[in-house]
């Protein structure tokens, strides 16, 4: 809208420009001829005064001559008298026809006529002085006339002399009326071209100002080189590297790089040869070679007669979204797997759990020498070995058993320092830096050493030929634009574990799949690809957040947020008195899978104890409002049937407030019960678990005080 009132402003100051500049050179040239006319007239009615005054003189003179030559009676005289007064005869009728018609001359030409006809006979006869007077008479009255013509010839003069001078003035007046109207629209245009200057500067300014790249390109020819590159905003200089008079002239395919989208390219060429506004989303490289992703809106500019000319392209910096965006769908991708991981060895630790409690069975019946006992003792080492998978397994899916407690984690390197080395051998040098003052962390330190363990072994097999593992702790507070950029980690204050080491390092192309349960990138036989999802799943379940670095040839830096443990010191663990062997107690064993109740009714017995059986939480509580004489409600955590083992807990409170509670899971409860994290008054037992176990767990319930 401004654009167009300005142009019609500077289209009307030109259009007053031009017609004033043409009035003023009709008026000139009006003034010029009128002045030429009226100046010509002029200069002709000063000859007829002056022709009137020769012509009188030569009258004069004749006559003179005549008068003499009759006194004298010279011929000489005569003559010379008869040509003056043939010259003023002349002069006369001369006058006469250049004379205006306008002017009155009828009584001078009526003495004219009169003069001649007196003139006539004296070229033939004598001059008398009757003659001599009569020719005075009529050269009198010729005379008279003559003068009373002067003075008319000399007041069309004055006439003309003073309408000259008007003229002239009012073509002076109208010239400067005119020049001020020039002037007017001067004033004009250049008030109109400073409102669309002052309208560029300003655009120009906030084009400048913006975050977002604007870039024009003549709408040249689309195939190799490209358009042409005719302006760029300070937005593209601070995001890709490069200084404009680097890039003007060229063309915006210098940003393409060896994974930028072909088949985005061919779509945007298309939508410009049929000059179509296109947007995309483009990977891009800076001139140092970084990763730039841009939102691009491209449209196209025509000129006053419609041809296109231009192509203006908007582009915005989404590199930071796209990264979260990835990050997002890693992390999603993830927690699939995980959930896929975890619903697996759950289903897996139950039946490991009736694995492992027959061939505990089949150990014991068997006696040493029995050729079966080595079977029995292998498949009870395979199912432990089972269970050990499964571990890993739940702790990447962030289900595994954690009992965090107040950790010392400077403490915790230093005694693990004889045991890294031993483990990582001599060829692997160990530089541990530590922070004075280190904040104590809220974790389950079993887990950390195990994490710390896999870090360190995975550092080792990066380092075949030798190399230097620095560990480093640090105490960290991230604010919000810090958890922000991570994605998935709250503000507040965190104790950094550092693993770095100077091995091999990991491919750019695997770093986003690393933290993915049974991937690799050791030699087929030399890992399983749980070590880094077990350490991913543990961290994330603490509440922590991890991050990996690394560069083909220059090593990998692994950093650890441990969450900040509230208190310093965690207060010691009441003493329990150790339980005998079994009891004679009632027990409610709720279970869904059936082998696994099955087992466990079985185990139970044999230690002396009282098993009722409930498949699910519907069935235990009708059990519960029957019998009040049950000591022990040992639940699964996850059962079918709308009642998980929590809220048949909460329930049977209702029923039996003082009762014991034994929880038993192959999920260990992590995620559904406060994230993983076990309340210090519950007691949990975890599948796969073997006799012993659950022997030592029941006491430990039952005996555990109110």
């Known amino acids: 809208m401004e654009k167009n009132i300005l142009a019609t402003a500077g289209l009307r100051a030109r259009n007053w420009i031009w017609l004033s500049m043409a009035a003023a050179v009709l008026v000139c040239l009006l003034v010029a001829g009128l002045h030429y006319h009226h100046k010509s007239r002029l200069g002709q009615a000063a000859v007829l005064v002056q022709e009137l005054g020769r012509a009188g003189d030569d009258l004069s003179q004749g006559l003179l001559h005549l008068t003499l030559s009759t006194t004298a009676d010279s011929p000489w005289q005569r003559e010379r008298g008869l040509v003056l007064l043939q010259q003023a005869m002349t002069g006369y009728q001369r006058t006469l026809a250049r004379l205006d018609p306008a002017a009155d001359a009828s009584a001078f030409r009526r003495d004219l006529d009169a003069l001649q006809q007196q003139l006539q006979p004296l070229r033939q006869d004598p001059f008398s002085a009757a003659q001599s007077l009569s020719l005075r008479l009529a050269m009198y009255r010729l005379n008279s006339s003559a003068q009373q013509l002067d003075g008319e010839l000399r ?11 008007l003229y002239f003035d009012g073509g002076v007046v109208l010239a400067l009326l005119l020049l001020g109207g020039i002037c007017l629209g001067l004033f004009r245009l250049e008030q109109s071209r400073s409102r669309q200057q002052q309208r560029l500067e300003l655009l120009e300014a906030a084009v400048s100002q913006l975050n977002d790249i604007v870039m024009i390109t003549e709408a040249g020819l689309l195939d190799e080189p490209g358009p042409r590159i005719v302006f760029v905003n300070a937005a593209f200089e601070r995001h890709t590297g490069y200084r404009r008079e680097e890039v003007i002239g060229r063309t915006p395919r210098i940003l393409h790089g060896p994974e930028t989208s072909v088949e985005e390219r061919r779509r945007i060429r298309r939508a410009l040869e049929h000059w179509q506004p296109v947007q995309a989303e483009m990977l891009n490289y800076t001139k140092g070679g970084d990763k730039l992703w841009l939102e691009l ?63 505990e069975l089949l150990q014991e019946q068997l006696a040493e020498a029995d050729p079966l006992r080595p079977l029995a003792e292998s498949m009870l080492s395979a199912a432990q070995r089972g269970a050990e998978l499964t571990s890993r397994l739940l702790a990447f899916a962030r289900r595994q058993a954690l009992v965090p407690r107040v950790v010392a984690v400077n403490e915790l390197m230093d005694e693990m320092q004889l045991l890294l080395r031993r483990t990582l051998g001599h060829h692997v040098a160990i530089e541990v830096v530590q922070e004075p003052g280190l904040w104590p962390a809220l974790v389950d330190p079993a887990q950390l050493e195990s994490a710390l363990l896999n870090l360190c072994i995975n550092a080792r097999d990066a380092m075949p030929g030798g190399g230097r593992l620095t560990l480093e702790s640090a105490n960290i507070s991230l604010d919000e634009e810090d958890a922000g950029r991570y994605g998935d980690v709250a503000p507040g204050d965190y104790v950094q574990l550092v693993v770095s080491d100077t091995g091999s390092g990991i491919a750019a192309k695997h770093l986003h799949r690393v933290f993915e349960p049974f991937f690799t990138t050791k030699e087929q036989g030399r890992g399983t690809g749980l070590g880094l999802s077990m350490v991913f799943g543990f961290i994330k379940q603490s509440g922590g957040h991890i991050t990996l670095y690394s560069e083909p040839g220059e090593g990998t830096t692994v950093r650890m947020y441990l969450p900040r443990s509230p208190v310093a010191t965690q207060p010691a663990a009441p003493v329990t008195a150790p339980g005998r062997r079994g009891g004679d107690e009632t027990i409610l064993l709720v279970e869904d899978d059936a082998e696994v109740r099955r087992y466990a009714e079985i185990q139970l017995q044999r230690l002396g104890y009282t098993v009722l059986l409930a498949a699910n939480g519907s069935s235990a509580l009708q059990i519960l409002r029957e019998r009040q004489d049950i000591d022990l409600l040992f639940t699964d955590v996850m059962m079918p049937g709308g009642i998980n083992g929590p809220e048949l807990v909460e329930q049977t409170r209702c029923l039996h407030p003082h009762i014991k509670v034994l929880y038993s899971s192959g999920y260990a409860a992590s995620t559904l019960l406060h994230q993983g994290r076990v309340a210090p008054e519950w007691q949990l037992l975890t599948k796969p678990y073997r006799r012993a176990e659950l022997e030592a767990k029941v006491r430990q319930a039952l005996e555990q005080r109110p």
């Open 297 to 359: 809106s491209i449209v196209p500019l025509t000129d006053r007669q419609g041809r296109y000319t231009h192509w203006v392209s908007v582009e915005r910096n989404i590199t930071e979204r796209r990264e979260l965006e990835e990050q997002l769908h890693q992390a999603r991708r993830l927690e699939s797997v995980g959930q896929l991981t975890g619903g697996i060895a759950h289903d897996f630790n139950n039946l490991l759990t009736v694995i492992i409690g027959n061939a």
């Open 155 to 165: 007041r069309q003069l004055g006439e003309l002399s003073g309408q000259l001078d």
